[in-house]
């Protein structure tokens, strides 16, 4: 579950150089998460030319029945159709798919990375938890300066990654606990009873206290961190507070959050139920049902470090996977 590396993350050799001799022009990146399916293609130069982000659930019912489920995988190889259409029109040179924890976790993940690997043609590859951390510390932390102790929390649908850079090494830790999986197995998807509450803060708990037995460089930066918070239940926290009816990536990049704010929208969008909780300007269609399960294992990450305000970025596993393929 934990690893010690480097802090700078470079694409699998054999996955890549083979395919690649040369730095790309235009590079692409495409991760199949947990809950979402999305691309980033970028020039030569590291301006972005396009990103894209979609809801998928491709972890839907992957804790309950080990497997992927037929329709989730169609759902996102429709994605990837439209992806791989984009990438053509934007004359992408070389690219990396990566798959996480649906993927990981599930029984035929290398048949579901076959089928995609055959709509984008390029190469795809399933990572594991520490190189999914690496690629997100990464791409967190590229566009900051002077940041001490950066905590870079990625909440994904599947799981958790923590990663932070001790001793000029990158240490990291997958929690088994992403938005979707905690909504699962314990919160539900409705509005939250109290007991649900409180078995979900214990779940969540527990496996932080697993987190800093299995990687210890964790308790170095507790009450001094600078926490990062990366993906959609950070995003979309972000756009519930600002109001924003419309996604703008500039207007939730490198926003400070409270930890009060995360417990104000956590108590109001627990009492609500989904639709009612799509009333609100910034939710996101598709992340009504998990959001408040995001917030429970963010604001459990914050009271463990001892923190009590993060950064959003959304700069992320893409921009450090686009990164690392314009070095090769």
Not at 119 to 131: H, K, Y
Request: glycine share 8%; proline share 2%.
């Amino acid at each position: 579950m934990t690893r010690s590396a480097r802090w700078s993350p470079r694409p699998s050799t054999s996955v890549i150089s083979s395919w690649c001799r040369r730095v790309p022009k235009v590079v692409a990146a495409l991760d199949c998460g947990s809950n979402s399916t999305r691309l980033l293609v970028m020039d030569g130069e590291g301006v972005a030319l396009a990103r894209h982000n979609e809801i998928t659930r491709l972890s839907a019912g992957v804790d309950e029945r080990g497997s992927l489920r037929a329709d989730a995988m169609e759902r996102t190889f429709s994605v990837l159709r439209r992806y791989r259409q984009r990438m053509s029109e934007l004359g992408v040179t070389a690219g990396l798919l990566v798959a996480t924890s649906a993927v990981r976790d599930a029984a035929n993940g290398e048949d579901f990375l076959r089928g995609a690997r055959a709509i984008v043609e390029v190469p795809c590859e399933i990572l594991s938890g520490a190189d999914e951390a690496r690629y997100s510390y990464r791409g967190a932390t590229s566009e900051l300066d002077g940041v001490d102790d950066a905590l870079v929390v990625d909440i994904g649908g599947g799981s958790t990654e923590l990663a932070v850079v001790v001793d000029a090494q990158l240490r990291s830790f997958s929690m088994q606990l992403g938005c979707v999986r905690v909504a699962e197995r314990e919160l539900g998807f409705g509005v939250v009873t109290e007991e649900r509450a409180s078995a979900t803060t214990a779940m969540i708990e527990h496996e932080l206290r697993r987190a800093f037995e299995a990687e210890p460089a964790l308790e170095k930066v507790v009450g001094h961190a600078s926490l990062i918070g990366l993906a959609g239940t950070v995003a979309t926290l972000v756009a519930l507070e600002r109001g924003l009816v419309d996604y703008e990536r500039a207007a939730v990049h490198h926003q400070r959050v409270s930890r009060e704010v995360v417990e104000h929208w956590r108590a109001i969008l627990a009492s609500e139920t989904p639709a009612q909780r799509l009333a609100h300007a910034g939710m996101t269609a598709g992340r009504e049902d998990v959001l408040v399960a995001g917030l429970y294992v963010l604001a459990a990450v914050m009271d463990r470090f001892g923190v009590d305000e993060l950064l959003s970025s959304e700069s992320d596993i893409l921009d450090g996977i686009t990164a690392s393929l314009l070095e090769v």
